[in-house]
């Protein structure tokens, strides 16, 4: 690099923080300070005032100031001009603060922080809002003489080892208190930016109560999609299996075809009833909660097998003991695992499916077995989402489960205990 673009170079990193936009911004939050400060100084400015005039009992004034601190501190300690700054800090400052936990109280160390970043504020507000009241139009009017106007500022006054006379040197005085009062924005700019972490933050109890919420959305975020993958993905895999069989019987045996399209048609309507249930959970109008759809236990296992029979895809069901008897947990995500396995077996796999339950004392055990049809991948840690709903569903209910390839046939085994559910 040449010496001279050298120079324009750190001439431009010197005069950045003077024109950069976020400089600006800050400037405006400092204002805002200083207009929040406004009635305190007033307030100060008319007590100090009584407690110099002898004619004004001193007691009632000390009593009047007392309640008049009082009411003056009480909001900085309130949630209210919390959420506030933290919205300011956001927009003003380009901090990424959290808004508040809802319905959680702020702990006393919360409001001791939040009570210190407001006085920060307003005092620091006030000082830029005098400087710019004080040191700006002095600053201007010694730059206008430079010019020959007359502003009745200076005239033969003395300003230090200058006069009015000097105007040479009051308009460099007057650049420098311009340039120096930009850079003293800055600065405290950029100290607030470093300091609204550390003082407008959340408190540790804060942050556990948001990751709670987070943790409990995603949960149901979660729930949700694996009730949609399953009901939805089993729906369109039955109506595309009868579909393709319709097509291919429709001249030969439309009382199939008949039963076929009665089949999509019965699919497709659950479907849509799981979807717009999932739907209204999701947008929930007015704040209303949506009526809990039914839920498909294994009590109506029957009917999953006769449609996945319906579809043209074998299975040979045999259970033990009597699901009535399962927690409503366990039936309900027994049911979801065994559609999703079926569902698989119809897309995936080829021949009969081999289906039993055990009904135990303290767990369901479930496996669903079938001849391997398409190229599946090997590893079951790595399956799709159908699998990965598996998974969660058994990790919530503490069970087991293994799934993949054993010798030709795809075999999924799963153990759900129940003790702990009753």
């Known amino acids: ?24 911004r800050r400037g405006v939050f400092l204002l805002l300070g200083g207009v929040l400060a406004l009635p305190y100084v007033l307030l100060a400015v ?13 007691p009632l004034v000390l009593a009047l100031l007392g309640v008049a601190a ?13 959420a506030l700054e933290i919205a300011a800090a956001r927009a003003l400052l380009g901090v990424d603060l959290p808004d508040p936990a809802p319905g959680h109280a702020a702990d006393r160390e919360t409001r001791l922080r939040s009570a210190l970043w407001i006085a920060l504020h307003l005092v620091s507000g006030g000082l830029v809002v005098a400087a710019l009241f004080s040191a700006v139009p002095m600053a201007l009017a010694f730059i206008g003489q430079q010019f020959g106007l007359d502003t009745q500022l200076t005239g033969g006054d003395r300003f230090g080892p200058f006069d009015g006379r000097d105007t040479g040197w009051l308009t460099l005085t007057g650049l420098v208190v311009l340039v120096a009062l930009g850079y003293a924005v800055a600065g405290l700019g950029a100290l607030a930016v470093s300091m609204a972490p550390a003082l407008l933050g959340p408190a540790q109890a804060e942050r556990i109560a ?66 717009d249930h999932v739907l209204g959970l999701l947008r929930e109008p007015d704040g209303r909660p949506v009526a809990p759809a039914p839920q498909r236990t294994l009590a109506d296992l029957d009917r999953l097998v006769a449609d996945t029979r319906a579809a043209g895809l074998p299975v040979d069901a045999r259970c033990t003991g009597d699901p009535v008897d399962l927690p409503a947990a366990v039936s309900r995500e027994g049911y979801r695992i065994v559609q999703e396995g079926l569902t698989n077996a119809a897309r995936y796999g080829r021949g009969p499916v081999a289906l039993r339950l055990d009904v135990q004392a303290d767990a369901l055990e479930l496996e669903l077995a079938n001849a391997l049809g398409r190229p599946r991948r090997a590893d079951p840690g790595r399956g799709g989402r159908g699998l990965d709903g598996m998974r969660e569903r058994v990790l919530l ?26």
């Open 1 to 24: 690099m040449r010496p001279g673009q050298n120079g324009r170079v750190e001439a431009r990193t010197v005069l950045a923080p003077l024109v950069a936009g976020s400089t600006w």
């Open 46 to 58: 008319a007590f100090t005032q009584m407690l110099t005039r002898s004619d004004v009992p001193r």
């Open 70 to 82: 009082t009411i003056a501190a009480a909001p900085v300690f309130l949630e209210g001009p919390r």
């Open 210 to 275: 948001a990751l709670e919420a987070r943790t409990t959305r995603l949960a149901e975020r979660n729930r949700l999609a694996r009730e949609l993958h399953d009901s939805v993905g089993h729906a369109l895999t039955v109506a595309t299996l009868q579909a393709g069989a319709a097509r291919e019987l429709l001249d030969r045996d439309p009382e199939f075809v008949r039963r076929a399209l009665g089949a999509i048609e019965e699919a497709g309507r659950r479907a849509m009833d799981d979807l």
């Open 397 to 422: 209910l503490g069970g087991r489960l293994t799934v993949g390839p054993d010798g030709d046939r795809w075999r999924i085994r799963v153990r759900l205990p129940f003790e702990e559910a009753r």
